[in-house]
């Protein structure tokens, strides 16, 4: 076991330098996105974390890999409401300083995926969107998201769609992102992994 010191002084450090770690993913919060087995290249630091950010932070349970759904300011310090796609709930606020970093590749069951590119910044954006919207649907503290389920639940039935049709719809998102994503680190085109 590393003392907290030392693991927060050589978490710093990385921070500073922007140093890049890969990890392997456990769980399946981030599904679609992120499946159990994926690898992780996480960059370290804070500097740059948005709102569509895959980030790594700490829990009571260990490190966690979710979606930054909104910046807030509380207190005159930056925090973050973070959420799993597949979660009912939010996360709670994350405050800036517990963040270890943000994930900007992963190589697993989708393929290559550069969270850095374009494609996927807007992709991560739309995920966000629905996540924050979903948490609020689950509060069902505001008479807006109360409405707004309600006018859900009289859309008709052929509007819906299967889990069939969610994952060619997926598959096709990852196929566009590879066409327009840029060569992989090692110079090798992204072929990626997901089949049509």
């Not at 991560?124 to 998201?145: E, I, K, P």
Request: charged content about 25%; hydrophobic content about 45%; glycine content about 8%.
């Amino acid at each position: 076991m590393i003392p907290e010191a030392h693991f927060q002084s050589v978490l710093e450090i990385w921070s500073e330098l922007q140093e890049r770690t890969v990890a392997r993913l456990m769980g399946n919060s981030m599904a679609p996105l992120l499946r159990d087995g994926d690898r992780l290249t996480i960059e370290h630091g804070t500097t740059d974390i948005r709102v569509g950010d895959v980030v790594i932070f700490r829990t009571a349970r260990g490190l966690c890999a979710h979606l930054v759904v909104r910046a807030v300011i509380r207190d005159g310090q930056e925090h973050f409401l973070v959420k799993g796609n597949q979660c009912d709930v939010f996360d709670g606020l994350v405050r800036k300083d517990a963040i270890l970093g943000k994930v900007v590749e992963v190589t697993g069951s989708n393929g290559h995926i550069c969270l850095d590119a374009l494609a996927w910044r807007i992709v991560c954006q739309v995920l966000a969107t629905r996540s924050y919207a979903a948490g609020r649907c689950h509060a069902a503290d505001s008479v807006f998201w109360r409405m707004v389920k309600s006018v859900a639940a009289c859309r008709p039935s052929f509007l819906r769609l299967d889990p069939a049709a969610k994952a060619y719809l997926w598959r096709r998102i990852c196929a566009i992102s590879r066409a327009f994503s840029p060569a992989r680190p090692d110079g090798r085109a992204n072929t990626g992994g997901v089949g049509a």
